[in-house]
């Protein structure tokens, strides 16, 4: 999957995409990786949200909640 193209779907869609790694976290041996998107498409201030091992696990984590939210995710 390309992460670049993802974000720039989403972002076109009027989803705000955050990708974090967490030095501290990969020192302690815990999940380091963050995935945050949030914005106008969803409703009530949702915010869909991973801690994970890898970038990888993170969208495997939350792209099926985005396209139960109704959001087009490229393959």
């Not at 790694?21 to 949030?38: C, I, L, Y």
């Not at 201030?45 to 801690?51: A, W, Y």
């Not at 792209?63 to 939210?69: G, K, M, S, W, Y």
Request: with cysteine.
């Amino acid at each position: 999957m390309d992460v670049a193209r993802v974000m720039e779907a989403l972002a076109e869609q009027g989803v705000t995409v955050l990708f974090k790694v967490d030095a501290e976290r990969m020192r302690d041996g815990t999940k380091p990786w963050t995935f945050v998107a949030n914005g106008a498409p969803f409703r009530d201030d949702l915010l869909v949200r991973t801690d994970a091992v890898s970038l990888e696990a993170c969208l495997k984590a939350c792209v099926p909640r985005l396209l139960e939210l109704g959001l087009v995710i490229p393959d």
